[in-house]
């Protein structure tokens, strides 16, 4: 069973491109498709929901975006969007998003003989269309049956998941549910399902975690098997193969070779990053994780001239920051500035984290010290959001000697879309996945500043 937003797709697309496209055309909706049976429904929820049941089209229309901004998951308000995003996507206008990981595993377990249904607070009629006109192709034939908060219930009822199990005729530990939201994995749970929390970076719930579930960061970790027919009358048996990360008594070992090679990884991407004059002098450093059980990652020396780094100027560092065994003789010691690159590992599930010295960084955070707001531009598609339609904001936060502060305060001041935070009168930190995704946000990120700073707004 599959949620969407945040599970096999991000968040922040259908945010920043469905959200938008639906708000503008609610309206024309209410007035010009009012009889159609579903729109009228859905009307009329509103107005019980309301109290109000001769409230009008434009009070509907106020109250619906209210709920948008709120972010409420109501179901009127999800099948009004359903109606307008399917006509969206039969249109040609929309295409969803997948995260790559996922439509490979989800044709090979539909070819192993899995079952696959879908569950989410967005409306059947939205679903089926996001599964139909996907960039891989119509992907409606991998999934059997769809499941909302009207034909279902709440998903964060444990009632709603027995009534599915009961409608797929399938005994509860016979289901295994993906999602990232814990509330939500909790309710399976208690309904008996089997629980596997998807928890990708950048996503809303990355950091509440997934309590007591198995965790996976992609559908790549999950090993679902068919075959067992441990009950009666039942078809594929399903079970979701742990994460590395929860492996019971599982311990990543990291040896000096494989530092040394991080260390010729992160000697690469230094002299590229000096060559652009983002690394003067010795400033600057770069980590890539390397276990996260324990937490272990590789970082640039200090002290240091980052355009002339060797494959054994790194150290190995635990998840304070701390050199531990493991890293070659001479290497020298971290900089103090290690502990906050462990920091936002642990806080964003990064695999490498960038820290440049720029001039448009310093510049724009003595500017805008509250944030920077960016907005339609092309180039925000390199992180992910939308191009138009959408803003988002770089935080700035002020700069600190004490690494834990200023963890404190890059955690507080975080945005979940921004893989990015401009240090005040330091520089710029930015993180990705891997070294290479973190050298794009980089590029972009420091583009983007280029851009405010010549825009010359206050």
Do not use: C
Not at 353 to 374: C, E, F, K, S
Not at 382 to 394: C, F, H, M
């Amino acid at each position: 069973m599959l949620d969407i937003e945040g599970t096999t797709s991000a968040t922040g697309f259908v945010v920043g491109e469905l959200y938008p496209y639906a708000r503008k055309r609610l309206g024309r909706l209410l007035t010009e498709r009012a009889a159609e049976p579903e729109v009228r429904r859905a009307v009329d929820q509103v107005r019980a929901m309301l109290g109000e049941p001769a409230a009008d089209a434009a009070r509907i229309e106020r109250t619906l975006g209210a709920w948008l901004d709120e972010d409420r998951k109501a179901t009127p308000l999800k099948a009004l969007q359903g109606v307008v995003w399917a006509e969206g996507f039969a249109s040609g206008e929309l295409v969803s998003h997948f995260y790559p990981d996922v439509v490979p595993r989800l044709r090979a377990w539909h070819a192993a003989g899995v079952r696959l249904h879908v569950y989410s607070s967005g409306s059947v009629t939205a679903q089926r269309a996001w599964f139909g006109h996907s960039p891989q192709g119509d992907l409606r034939p991998l999934a059997e049956k769809y499941y909302d908060t009207e034909n279902a219930g709440p998903k964060l009822v444990a009632a709603s998941y027995e009534a599915i199990a009961a409608d797929l005729g399938a005994a509860p530990r016979r289901v295994l549910f993906l999602s990232d939201r814990p509330g939500e994995l909790d309710a399976a749970g208690a309904a008996g399902w089997r629980t596997a929390g998807v928890r990708r970076p950048g996503e809303p719930y990355y950091e509440s975690g997934v309590g007591d579930h198995p965790e996976v960061a992609s559908f790549a970790e999950l090993e679902i098997r068919t075959g067992g027919g441990a009950e009666a009358g039942e078809g594929a048996g399903v079970a979701a193969g742990r994460s590395a990360r929860k492996t019971v008594g599982a311990k990543e070992a990291v040896g000096a070779e494989e530092v040394r090679r991080a260390g010729a990884r992160l000697a690469r991407e230094a002299a590229r990053f000096a060559s652009f004059g983002w690394m003067r002098g010795t400033s600057g450093n770069l980590s890539v994780v390397l276990a996260r059980d324990p937490l272990r990652l590789a970082v640039t020396a200090s002290g240091r001239d980052k355009g002339e780094l060797t494959a054994d100027d790194v150290v190995l560092v635990d998840g304070r920051g701390a050199p531990v065994a493991g890293t070659a003789a001479g290497a020298g010691r971290p900089s103090a500035e290690a502990g906050l690159h462990a920091r936002v590992v642990r806080l964003t599930g990064a695999g490498a984290v960038v820290h440049v010295h720029t001039v448009a960084a310093v510049a724009m955070g003595r500017r805008r010290p509250g944030g920077i707001v960016l907005r339609d531009v092309e180039m925000l598609k390199g992180l992910g959001l939308p191009a138009e339609g959408a803003s988002v904001r770089l935080p700035v936060i002020a700069n600190s000697q004490d690494m834990n502060g200023l963890g404190d305060r890059l955690e507080e001041a975080r945005e979940p879309r921004m893989p990015a935070v401009v240090v005040a009168g330091h520089g710029l930190y930015v993180w990705g996945t891997d070294l290479l995704q973190a050298r794009h946000h980089a590029e972009v990120v420091q583009w983007l500043l280029e851009l405010e700073l010549a825009s010359g707004r206050g």
